[in-house]
C-alpha cells in the first residue's frame, strides 16, 4: 500500500506508538555510539476489521479468534471486537435504507482466549454486523480473527470466508464483476474516532469506468458502508478492477461477490502491484480457472505465466503470456488448468518490469452444483502466518516455493474445546507446489490454528482451503497466508550527549 515517507524522527516516534519499545541506553564509556541494527520485537497493538457477513437471513456465520505464543510478548493485555455501526444498502438497488445496527445493540458471542488457544463464536441470518478489532499486549503479536459464512441457497449461495484485515489507505481489488448474475459489493469499514473520505474507482477492459458517484464516500466513525459496485458506472462487465483511495483517515476493505449460479466469496486485495506475482493454492479438483490482471502503471504490461506443480514449473499450453495494457483490465481464461494436480500461478515480466495486480476466480464442480472462490496475489508468508477456524476434515494447506527449494515448520494449536498443539516440518522444493498434510491437535475438540513458519531456503508463499458440501454443492473458500505481522523491526540506537556540548 502507499505510504507516506516519514523523517527519521518521525519514524522513531511511530516505532514507539506502535510497539513500545523506544529506548536508550547509557553510553559507553569509550565513548562510542554507534547505532546497532534493527531487532524484531513483537508488536504491542493490532486493529482488525471484520465485513457484514451476510444480509441472508438463512446464512449462519462463524468467528474464530487466535493469537499465537510469542516470544518476547507482554505478560499482560486485552482485545475485543465491538460491532460496528452498519447503513445498510438494499441488496437489489444498492439504495441506502437508513437502518442502523448499533454497536450497543449487537456482539458477537466471541471473547478472544489466551494466545495458543482459539475462541469461537456464531451468529445467525443477516443480523451479524461488521466488526472493528483491537488486540493489545501479549494479544496483539499475529492477531487473526476468521470470518466464515454458511449461505444454503440464492445469490451467492455457499460457503464464503475472509480473515478480517487491518486498515489502510489503499486497496486493489482485481476480479470483481458488475455482469449478469453477479452482485458485488464493497465493504468499506471505519475503525477511527472521526469520519474517513474514500474513493473507489472501477476499471475495466477499457480503461477507467467513468463516474463522480465513487468520489468523496464519507464512513462515518466506528461505522461500516457496503457500497454496491454496479451503481458506481452504467453498463455491465465481466472483468474489472476496483482502487480503493483513502484521502483521509483510513479503512478495512473487502469485495464480496455474489453470484446466481456458481455462489459467491469474499475476495481480499491483491498485494501491492509488482512485476513479479505468485497466486498459491488452487485446489486440485479445480474446474474453471480464470485470471484478472491491472496495470496500475503508465507501462503496459507483458508477462510470463506459469503454474508450479508438485513436479515443477509449467507453461499452460495457450495461455503461455498475458498483455496487460497500462490502466486497463486483462483477463484470461485458464480452464481446468492444473487437471488434478496442486498448483500456484506464477506471473513473472517477459521484459521491461511493469507493476500489475492480480486475482483468480477459481471454480469447483459442474452444472448447477458449482461454487467459486478467489486467490488474490500475495506476498510471501515472512516471519510467519496463521490460519484459524481448521477442522480435522476439510482443510487444506498449500505450500508453494516458486523459486529456491524451502523448509517450512507448521504448527497445529491447541484446539477451541480441547487437544494437544503438533508441529511438523515439510521440505518444499524449489518450483513446486504442495499439499502437505498438515498436522492435526492431538485428542482434538472444536477448530484449531495454523501458523506456518519458514526455516530455511527462499521465500514460500501459501493458501488454506476450507470446504464443506451441502447438498452436492462443493462449497470452498480460501486464504492467502502473508506474514502475520506479529513483530516489528526496531532499530537499536546508543544515547549521545555530546550533541548537548557547544564548542
Given at each position: ?29 569509550s ?15 493490532t ?10 437471513e438463512?446464512?449462519?456465520t462463524?468467528?474464530?479468534?487466535y ?15 465491538q ?46 454486523p ?7 499486549g ?12 454458511a ?34 459489493y ?39 458502508e ?23 483517515g ?16 469474499w ?68 480452464g ?26 477459481v ?21 510467519r ?88 454443492v ?12 506479529g ?7 546508543d ?9
Open positions: 500500500m502507499n505510504r507516506t515517507t516519514l523523517s527519521l524522527i518521525a519514524g522513531a516516534t511511530a516505532l514507539a506508538a506502535v510497539t513500545g519499545f523506544a529506548s536508550l541506553n547509557a553510553p559507553a564509556a565513548g562510542d555510539n554507534t547505532a546497532k541494527a534493527a531487532t524484531q520485537q513483537p508488536v504491542e497493538r486493529s482488525l476489521l471484520c465485513p457484514q457477513p451476510s444480509t441472508s438463512i446464512a449462519e462463524s468467528y474464530t479468534s493469537t499465537p505464543v510469542t516470544q518476547g510478548a507482554a505478560d499482560s493485555g486485552k482485545a475485543e471486537l460491532a460496528a455501526a452498519v447503513e445498510s444498502a438494499d441488496s437489489a438497488s444498492g439504495k441506502k435504507t437508513g437502518k442502523k445496527t448499533g454497536k450497543k445493540t449487537v456482539k458477537p458471542a466471541l471473547k478472544p482466549a489466551e494466545p495458543g488457544k482459539p475462541a469461537t463464536g456464531d451468529g445467525s441470518g443477516a443480523e451479524p461488521a466488526l472493528v478489532g483491537t488486540a493489545e501479549k494479544f496483539a503479536p499475529g492477531w487473526t480473527v476468521q470470518e466464515t459464512t449461505v444454503a441457497a440464492g445469490t451467492g449461495r455457499g460457503l464464503l470466508g475472509t480473515n478480517c484485515t487491518a486498515p489502510d489507505t489503499e486497496f486493489w481489488f482485481p476480479g470483481v464483476s458488475t455482469a449478469t448474475g453477479r452482485t458485488d464493497v465493504h468499506l469499514t471505519n475503525p477511527d474516532d472521526s469520519a474517513a473520505v474514500v474513493d473507489v474507482e472501477l476499471y475495466g477492459k477499457d480503461g477507467t469506468l467513468k463516474s463522480t458517484v465513487g468520489e468523496g464516500i464519507t464512513v462515518q466513525p466506528h461505522a461500516s457496503p457500497i454496491l459496485l454496479s451503481t458506481l458506472a452504467s453498463g455491465q462487465q465481466t472483468d474489472l478492477t476496483v482502487h480503493v483511495t483513502v484521502r483521509s483510513r479503512v478495512g476493505a473487502a469485495v464480496q461477490a455474489l453470484d446466481d449460479k456458481i455462489g459467491g466469496d475476495l481480499a486485495a491483491s498485494t501491492d502491484p509488482a512485476g513479479s506475482l505468485v497466486m498459491p493454492g488452487i485446489p486440485k479438483d479445480a474446474t474453471a480457472v480464470r485470471l484478472v490482471a491491472f496495470a496500475p502503471g503508465d507501462q503496459d504490461a507483458d508477462l510470463k505465466v506459469r503454474l508450479a506443480l508438485p513436479s515443477g514449473l509449467i507453461t499452460p499450453a495457450g495461455n503461455e503470456t498475458l498483455h496487460v495494457k497500462a490502466g486497463m483490465t486483462a483477463a484470461a481464461d485458464l481446468d488448468v492444473t487437471r488434478g494436480e496442486a498448483g500456484s500461478l506464477v506471473l513473472t515480466s517477459t521484459g521491461t518490469s511493469a507493476p500489475v495486480v492480480a486475482a483468480l476466480q471454480v469447483r464442480g459442474k452444472g448447477s452444483k458449482q461454487e467459486m472462490a478467489f486467490i488474490p496475489a500475495t506476498s510471501p508468508v515472512g516471519g502466518a496463521t490460519a484459524a477456524d481448521n477442522s480435522s476434515k476439510g482443510t487444506t494447506l498449500a505450500l508453494s516455493a516458486p523459486g529456491q527449494s524451502a523448509q517450512v515448520k507448521v504448527t497445529a494449536s491447541a484446539g477451541s474445546e480441547g487437544g494437544t498443539a503438533a508441529t511438523k516440518t515439510y521440505t518444499i522444493k524449489g518450483g513446486t507446489t504442495q499439499d502437505v498434510d498438515a498436522p492435526v491437535p492431538a485428542g482434538l475438540k472444536g477448530t484449531y490454528a495454523l501458523t506456518v513458519e519458514p526455516v530455511s531456503g527462499g521465500p514460500v508463499y501459501a493458501s488454506r482451503t476450507l470446504a464443506s458440501a451441502q447438498e452436492g462443493p462449497g470452498f473458500t480460501i486464504q492467502t497466508l502473508p506474514d502475520d505481522r513483530t516489528v523491526a526496531v532499530p537499536e540506537a544515547q549521545d550527549l555530546s550533541v548537548l556540548l557547544k564548542k
